[in-house]
């Protein structure tokens, strides 16, 4: 019903920048959207979600002042923009998508994309 592609991962360095890309197609309408994250070894864990208008953001007290998510529906394509990227920020960072944010922020969203890499180095 919906599929969902992330682009813009790669490798930078402590301190640097990036934004993250969440091609959307298929039935999205009402959709609210949300980025996940599993490093190696590590249980995925909630980023960031915003509703279907934009109007309405949660963040995870661990990145929150760091990251912004953002979202374009004419485009069908939702946005994470990092900074201040420190090598613990490493993993594969998954966007999702479900009906309503609270399904995003309780971790339980019904579809994912395949993950994009980001990885910090010192």
């Known amino acids: 019903q919906v599929q969902l592609v992330e682009s813009g991962g790669g490798l930078v360095q402590a301190g640097d920048s990036l934004r993250l890309s969440c091609a959307a197609s298929?039935?999205?309408?009402?959709?609210?959207m949300g980025w996940f994250r599993q490093a190696p070894g590590k249980e995925r864990e909630f980023v960031a979600g915003i509703s279907w208008s934009g109007v309405v953001t949660y963040y995870a007290d661990s990145m929150k002042g760091r990251v912004t998510i953002s979202r374009d529906n004419a485009k069908n394509t939702g946005y994470l923009q990092m900074n201040s990227l420190k090598p613990e920020d490493t993993a594969v960072y998954y966007c999702?998508?479900?009906?309503?944010?609270?399904?995003?922020?309780?971790?339980?969203?019904?579809?994912w994309g395949q993950g994009t890499q980001v990885t910090v180095s010192s």
């Open positions: 999702a998508a479900a009906q309503s944010l609270r399904l995003i922020v309780d971790g339980e969203p019904a579809y």
């Open positions: 298929g039935r999205t309408f009402g959709y609210a």
